[in-house]
């Protein structure tokens, strides 16, 4: 696949706590000059970008980062704070205690308010797949596919691992017609990014396939 196809899927990220402007200035920059589908940055960001990319570039934020433990109402304010902002796009981490737990019903009813919060915008809901099970994996599946969230994410990149190619199939078999897949996490070649694309991801959360395009220009 063309790197610049494979840019076009990139959520061009930096969450690092430490980020600054200019870091993020440099981020949007890039999204905008490799066409990147958005940059994801930290909140505290979002309505400086927007007003910086001029819509040249989507711009995503996190809520409930990395953790997920939030309250749903916390949850529903940081995405209305957000998109409020400037924010296109929202990626969400779920309640991972609520999961282990078995009590996917509020896992399923706390997606769908955020989703209802976001209305017309793009919700992606992390799952932090290193701390799951198959089974688990499979009934996330399921959650968001029944809430209405618009994509399945697997990592935050702050967890014990990132994606997997194994994770990529299972998501694809089980997600629901209108769910696409967001591969995240430790996603360090052009390769990766190819596998996860052919494997059913339609988005790739990384800061590494644009320094690869810089090292090949």
């Avoid at 409930?64 to 704070?81: E, H, I, L, Q, R």
Wanted: hydrophobic share 40%; with cysteine.
């Amino acid at each position: 696949m063309d790197l610049s196809e494979i840019l076009r899927h990139c959520d061009h990220t930096l969450l690092r706590p430490t980020a600054v402007w200019d870091e993020i200035r440099t981020i949007c920059d890039e999204g905008i000059y490799y066409h990147c589908a958005s940059v994801c940055i930290p909140a505290s960001f979002v309505f400086r970008a927007a007003d910086y990319a001029a819509g040249k570039v989507k711009i995503c934020t996190v809520i409930g980062f990395p953790n997920g433990y939030d309250t749903t109402a916390s949850k529903c304010f940081m995405a209305k704070d957000a998109i409020e902002n400037g924010a296109d796009e929202i990626d969400m981490v779920v309640n991972l205690g609520d999961v282990k737990a078995g009590d996917l019903a509020s896992v399923t009813r706390e997606i769908a308010a955020v989703k209802k919060t976001c209305g017309g915008h793009i919700l992606k809901v992390i799952v932090e797949t290193c701390y799951l099970s198959e089974d688990e994996k499979i009934a996330l599946c399921r959650c968001v596919t029944e809430a209405g969230a618009d994509y399945i994410k697997t990592s935050t990149g702050f967890g014990t691992g990132g994606a997997t190619r194994e994770d990529i199939a299972l998501f694809a078999a089980n997600i629901g017609p209108n769910v696409r897949i967001k591969a995240a996490g430790g996603i360090a070649t052009l390769e990766d990014a190819e596998a996860f694309l052919a494997l059913g991801a339609d988005r790739l959360g990384t800061s590494r396939l644009v320094k690869l395009a810089q090292a090949k220009a």
